[in-house]
C-alpha cells in the first residue's frame, strides 16, 4: 500500500470519525434542551429560578396537573403556597413549611387520597365526624372538609405541624387542628372516616399507628391510606397487622386527576374487639 493511499483512509477514518462525535454532541445538546424544557413546564417558572422568590412563591395545582409527567414529589418543594383553586365554594391557597420536615410540603398522595375519599359517597350521609393522622400541611383534610361541607374533620400531627395546620385550615369552617401522637392512649372520640397518606413507613411508628386507627374506630368506620410503592415490605407487614384487628383489608386503584402510578388506596374496616 502506497503512502498516499494509507493517508487517504487515514483522512477518511479521522472524517468519519469526527461526523459521529459531532452528531452525537448535537444528539446530547437536543436532548438536555428536551429536559430542561420540561423541567421548564413542570415547574411554571423559569429553571435559573430555583429560590423562593416573588416569582415563584406560588404553584398553581392545576397547571402542575396539566403537564404532570414526571412523578417527582419533590417538585413542589420550592413554593411557599400552592393555589388549588376554587374548592367547594372558595378559593383554598395552602401553606409549605420547609422547617417542619417533609410533613411541612404536599405530596401527590395526599391529594390523591383526598379526590378519591371526596368522590366516594357511601359514607357521607348524616353529619360524619372524619379524622385525619400525619395531616402535615391538611391538605387532605381540607379538600374532604370543602367537598363534603356536612363532615367535621379534624386535622392532626405532632406539635410542630400545628401552627402549620391551624393556618391552613382557618378558613374552612368546618375543619378544626390539634396534635396525637400515635400509640398513646386517645379519649373515647371514635370516628366514622380514618384518612392518612404517606404514613405508613419504617422510620415511623408502624404499631402505633395500627393501635391508634383501631381506638379510633367504631364497627362502621372505614379507613383509607393512600400508599406508595417506594414504601414495599412495610405496607405488607403493616397490612398483615390490620388484618389481626379488622375484617377487611384490601387495595383499590384511586379516583383523581393526579395520575402518580406509584400511589394507591389501602380500604379497611370492620373492626374487631381486641379483648
Not at 365554594?89 to 409549605?96: E, F, G, N, R, T
Not at 365526624?129 to 391538605?139: D, F, K, M, P
Not at 400545628?162 to 393556618?167: C, D, F, G, R
Amino acid at each position: 500500500m502506497t503512502t498516499s493511499m494509507m493517508q487517504i483512509e487515514r483522512s477518511d477514518h479521522d472524517h468519519d470519525a469526527y461526523d459521529d462525535m459531532m452528531d452525537r454532541g448535537a444528539f446530547l445538546r437536543k436532548l438536555r434542551r428536551q429536559m430542561a424544557e420540561e423541567d421548564e413546564a413542570q415547574r411554571e417558572v423559569p429553571a435559573s429560578s430555583n429560590d423562593d422568590t416573588a416569582d415563584s412563591d406560588t404553584l398553581c395545582y392545576q397547571f402542575y396537573l396539566s403537564v404532570q409527567a414526571v412523578y417527582d414529589g419533590y417538585k413542589h418543594v420550592n413554593y411557599r403556597q400552592i393555589d388549588f383553586g376554587i374548592v367547594g365554594d372558595s378559593p383554598l391557597v395552602i401553606a409549605q413549611d420547609r422547617t417542619v420536615g417533609k410533613g411541612g410540603f404536599v405530596w401527590d398522595a395526599a391529594y390523591i387520597l383526598a379526590e378519591h375519599v371526596s368522590r366516594v359517597t357511601d359514607w357521607q350521609a348524616g353529619s360524619p365526624n372524619v379524622i385525619e393522622l400525619g395531616a402535615g400541611t391538611g391538605i387532605t383534610s381540607l379538600i374532604v372538609a370543602r367537598q363534603v361541607p356536612q363532615a367535621q374533620v379534624h386535622l392532626t400531627d405532632l406539635p410542630q405541624l400545628l401552627p402549620l395546620m391551624e393556618k391552613n385550615s382557618s378558613t374552612t369552617k368546618n375543619a378544626t387542628a390539634g396534635v396525637l401522637e400515635w400509640g398513646r392512649n386517645v379519649s373515647g372520640q371514635e370516628y366514622d372516616v380514618i384518612l392518612g397518606a404517606d404514613v405508613i413507613a419504617s422510620i415511623y411508628d408502624s404499631n402505633g399507628l395500627a393501635k391508634t386507627i383501631h381506638d379510633l374506630s367504631h364497627e362502621r368506620t372505614k379507613i383509607y391510606l393512600a400508599c406508595e410503592d417506594r414504601l414495599a415490605g412495610s405496607i405488607e407487614e403493616f397490612e398483615d397487622h390490620m388484618r389481626s384487628l379488622f375484617d377487611h383489608v384490601g387495595r383499590s386503584k384511586p379516583n383523581s386527576a393526579n395520575k402518580n402510578p406509584k400511589v394507591w388506596i389501602l380500604e379497611i374496616s370492620g373492626k374487631r374487639s381486641t379483648q
